[in-house]
Each structure stands twice: as C-alpha cells, then as structure tokens.
C-alpha cells in the first residue's frame, strides 16, 4: 500500500471512529426514550431533541463517511485496485473477503439512512417509524461496520 492510500485510511479511519464516538453517547442518553411516538417526541424538550438530532445527523455522516471513502480506501489497498468499479462489486468483494458482513444489510441502512435524510414533517409517523427501526437495528449496523474499521486499523498499524 502506498502512502496516498495509507493516508486516505487513516482519514476515513478517525472520521468513522468521530461520528461512531458522537452516535453512541447519543443512543446512550435516548435509550430510556425508546420505543418513540409521535406523541414523546413531540414533547421533548430542547436538549432531547439536540441529541436525537445528533444521533440522526451522525448516523448519516457515518455511512457516508463509510460508503464514499472507508469502503472504496479498504478495496483499494486490499486489492491494490484503484480502477473505477461499480460499488455494487465492490461491496460483494469485501463481502467475499469478510470484511463485510451482508451486501443486503449494507443497501438496507443506506435505504433507512436515505429515508432519514428526506424526512417530512406531514409524516410524523414515518419519521417516528424509521428512526426506530434504526436504533433497534443498531446492533446489526455496528456489527457490519466494525469489521471494516478493524480492517482499516490493520492496514495502517493502529
């Protein structure tokens, strides 16, 4: 691996592990706050609210931060490949190596992570639905992400 990949790693590295840090400070505050309604989210108060909103916000900055520079980082040192791939096959190579536990799991949250970002205040319960379904699906987001951030520690000796 050369210095520039090295270097693009180690960035994505410390951005995933920031984010990651921030999200998991912010589930342990909301906890008790779960499952929502519309009805308690409506009547938290302004620093509930700041935190719900950073662990949406993070959440979203992760599996960006993970899809558009850990994941092709990872593939281009593992596989000293810098060719323009499709991500798709990228994704099914780390999954073939690994370092990814599910291609499904992966389209899932973007898909959550997607509907998220586009949320409408007319659909409360939408909203309410899918932020759920992120913190009780937690786990199995953090089982597929953590794999690819001990990948990235090898490679670069940390």
Known sequence: ???????????????CEKHEVRILKALEILKPSFPLTVNNINSFGDDRVAVLDQFL???????????????????????NDDRALAFIDILNRLE????????????????????LAHEYPEREEDVV???????????????L???LIKAAGDLIGS
Not at 6 to 14: D, G, P
Not at 57 to 76: N, S, V
Request: proline share 3%; net charge positive.
């Open 1 to 15: 691996m050369g210095e520039v990949e090295r270097l693009k790693l180690i960035s994505a590295k410390h951005e």
């Open 57 to 79: 916000y993070r959440f979203a900055k992760l599996q960006d931060c993970i899809g558009l520079r850990l994941i092709p980082a990872l593939y281009e040192a593992l596989e």
């Open 96 to 115: 073939k190596l690994g370092l990814l536990s599910s291609v499904n799991d992966w389209q899932f949250f973007r898909a959550l992570r997607n509907n």
């Open 129 to 143: 639905e899918a932020i759920n379904l992120l913190f009780f699906s937690w786990e199995r987001f953090y089982t």
């Open 145 to 147: 992400y953590q794999p």
